[in-house]
C-alpha cells in the first residue's frame, strides 16, 4: 500500500495537492513533485492543458478545478468533487493565498477554521476584541443532497475584517464544510448585500502534517493582492503555533475527550459528522 491510510474518507475522495498554476512549464520529464498521504507524486500538463499524475508508474485519476489540482487516491471517486461557483461568478477577485505547512492532523485545522469563539484573543483587534466576546446563537444543519454542512446566521463584531475594512463592523458568517479536508467561509462585503468567499483546502501529507491551501473570491477594488495575501498570512500565523501545539495532534472524536461550549455547535456537528462517516485518518482513538 503506497499511502500511509486505507481510510476510505480519504482514498475515495478528491484531495488537493497544489495550486493548478504549479503545472506551468512542467512535463513528463519535469514534472511538478508533491506528497500525497505519505506518497510522492509526479504531476504535469499535457500540450492541450490536461493534468496527469503518476505515483511511480502508477497513473492516479487528477483533475484541475476551482484553480487547484485534485488527485483520487483510489481512482474510484465516492462523489464529485464539490461546487465553488463564486470562482467563476463575475466581478470577483480571485487570490491564491498560497500553501502553508501545519504540523497537526487536517482535522484540527478545519475545527479551528469553523471557531468564532476564539477571535478576541487569538485576533485582537483584527477578528475580535475583549470584551466583545460573545457568540451569538446560530443555525448549523447538514445539507441532505451534498451532506454539507452549513452554519448560517453567524455574526460576529470585528475591528478590522479583511485588508479593506478600517473600523469595526458586525460581521455576517456563514461556514460551509463540503469535505473533512475542505472548508468555506462567506463573510460580509464591501458590496452591499454580497459576502466574500475564502476557501481552505488541506493537503494531507500525513495523520499529523498538511499543506494549507487558501484561496480568496472577493469583491474588492481596493486592496493589492499583496496586501489581501499578507492579511490572511497574518490571521494564519496567529492560529499557526497554537494548532502546533494541542496536547493531541490528532483530532479526538469520542465525545468527552474535550469540552464543548455554546460556542462549538459547529464543531460539535463536524465531529459527529466525522464519526458517522467513520472517519480514522488524522484522528486519535480512545483511550
Known sequence: MPFVTDDPNMLDDWLVVGPASALAGRSQRQPYGTCLLGATLSLWAEADGTPQCRLGTQPL?????????????????????FAFPEY???????????????????????????????????????????????????????????GEIWATDCRFWQPRASAAHDSGA???????????????????????????????????LDDEHVIAHTVLAYFDDVSSDAELIAFQHTIFGQDKPILENHAF???????????????????????????????????????
Open 88 to 146: 467563476t461568478e463575475p466581478g470577483r477577485r480571485l487570490v491564491d493565498c498560497g500553501g502553508i505547512g501545519v504540523a497537526v492532523s487536517g482535522l484540527r485545522v478545519i475545527e479551528n477554521f469553523l471557531d468564532m469563539a476564539h477571535f478576541p484573543f487569538v485576533h485582537a483587534d483584527y477578528l475580535g476584541k475583549v470584551p466583545h466576546t460573545e457568540v451569538a446563537r446560530y443555525e448549523v444543519a447538514i445539507e441532505p443532497a451534498t
Open 249 to 287: 495532534k490528532r483530532m479526538p472524536l469520542e465525545g468527552r475527550a474535550e469540552t464543548p461550549t455554546r460556542g462549538d455547535t459547529t464543531s460539535v456537528t463536524y465531529r459527529r459528522w466525522l464519526r458517522e462517516r467513520g472517519m480514522r485518518f488524522g484522528t486519535r482513538a480512545a483511550a
Open 61 to 81: 485519476s487528477v483533475q484541475s478545478r476551482h484553480g487547484y489540482l485534485w488527485v483520487c487516491p483510489s481512482g474510484r471517486p465516492a462523489r464529485p468533487l
Open 170 to 204: 458586525d460581521v455576517r458568517y456563514t461556514y460551509r464544510v463540503m469535505q473533512p479536508f475542505s472548508a468555506m467561509l462567506y463573510k460580509s462585503s464591501l458590496r452591499p448585500e454580497a459576502q466574500d468567499a475564502i476557501g481552505l483546502f488541506l493537503q494531507p
